[in-house]
């Protein structure tokens, strides 16, 4: 039986990260697989195709340049599922290519098929073709992440009625959509379609969306979408969904609506992978929906030489914060000192429009009692977003009224998963205020936003000093 100081299941973010660090720490690792190709959720069916496709769609819709050239400008006019794919398959290639060299220049061992736990130091991998093989381990990082939640009432076809991972297999462009549950992911898809001019439905049975992100924003947001056509139910609760003679996809309310149409995305929901897993083996229990509990400063579950990371141990199941706490674990498990984790991650949401946002909301603010002000600035102030033809897109920016700290930076609009940065590291740093008042920003972007919303917030900001050089 082989032995490895560190053994890693999945290779998606969390796991590739947790091997990496663990094999930079000059330990033994090997990573299971049970996909024909490394790269995990992210890489196959998540975040790398869905961003490739919201790419792909905004360039060849021409969606970007509308501002100026009106809405029935199109890069390309007739815009089919090949195109779509063809994207796809070369990104995906790619990341996986860079994925292996990474694995081989760290020396990571990987090995393909199926984990379970035998016990709380060895893994049996079940291979595709029915071979066995059992591991040896000290530390163990479960980075096996999640699957979409398929109920058996809902009659999944792959090709009227999917999941985000039948979407992404063979895309088409749909006449039209419906799409249930407004998560970010079918907030994500719903939008990108809309922007090829597919009618799309939203389905959600809350009577509010996105409720980790400030609510100023999600309003801005909503009324950006229902402008351009999209039909948003919410309170409404899908109780049926046949397929019918025509093989569309027709969803019946709880009211007794009835929806009908090309395409439907079913997307309420992912569940951890852990069925199979051989858990009981070794005294783990997973919730309903199959997550781990860890401890959130180590990502020990409660076998601690066991970690888990990534998606899942739940919220916020996010590539980019799977890869931190896979580091995180392995470096822990391998008795490396750990960085003190840093207070406020970035989310973001790559919808049309984009969203992006760190630190509190305004409701956060306001629950924990600090007094506050906003600084509000809109992308159509700043002369970048004048030459982009920007009719949307706005920013707002949070300060302490006691320390002129920030305290969180809301964004709504074109490129607001990158401008978020220059937030986030002023959050974490513990800038004030006065940095955005005080620096030169580079002329034309969109991050002078940042000094357009925090002159707004120092206009109402109480003791205020002259500020040399104010328009
Ligand atoms: C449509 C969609 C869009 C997304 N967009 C974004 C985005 O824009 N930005 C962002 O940050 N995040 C995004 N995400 C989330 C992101 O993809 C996940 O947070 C990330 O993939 C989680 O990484 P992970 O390492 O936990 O696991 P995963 O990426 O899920 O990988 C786990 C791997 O483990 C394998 N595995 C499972 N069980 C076993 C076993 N028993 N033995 C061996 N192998 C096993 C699985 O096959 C899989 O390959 C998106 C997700 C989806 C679905």
Known sequence: ????????????????????????????????????????????????????????????????????YGLSYRVKKDIEGKDLGARLRMTLNHEIEVLEHQFARNGVRTFGGMARFLDTNRVCVTAHDGDETVFGFDHAVIAVGTTPYRPPHIPFNDHSVLDSDSLVSEPRVPRSLTVV???????????????????VTIIEPKETILDFIDREIVEEFTHELRQRGMTIRFGAKVEKVEVDEQGWAVSTLADGRRIRTDMLLYAAGRSGATEGLGLENCGIV????????????TFQTNVRNIYAAGDVIGFPSLA????????????????APMPPAPQFFPYGIYAVPEISTVGLTEQEVRNQGIPYENGIARFRETSRGHIMGLESGMMKMIFSLETRKLLGVHIVGEGATELIHIGQAVLNLGGTLDYFVENAFNYPTLAE???????DAWNRMPHNVPVANIE
């Open 1 to 68: 039986m082989e032995h490895f100081d560190l053994l890693v299941i999945g290779s998606g973010p969390a796991g590739r990260r947790a091997a990496v660090q663990g094999a930079k720490l000059g330990k033994s690792v090997m990573v299971i697989e049970n996909r024909l190709r490394l790269g995990g959720v992210s890489v196959h069916t998540g975040t790398i195709p869905s961003k490739t496709l919201r790419e792909t769609v905004l360039n060849l819709s021409g969606w970007r340049e509308r501002g100026f």
């Open 181 to 199: 549950g407004a998560g970010v992911i079918g907030i994500e898809y719903a939008t990108i379609f809309s922007a090829l001019d597919v009618p």
């Open 286 to 297: 997973p919730s309903d929906r199959g997550r781990l509990k860890v401890d959130p400063v």
């Open 320 to 335: 980019s914060t799977s890869m931190e706490q896979g580091r995180i674990a392995a470096l822990h498990a391998c008795g």
């Open 449 to 455: 936003a940042y000094k357009i919303a925090a002159l």
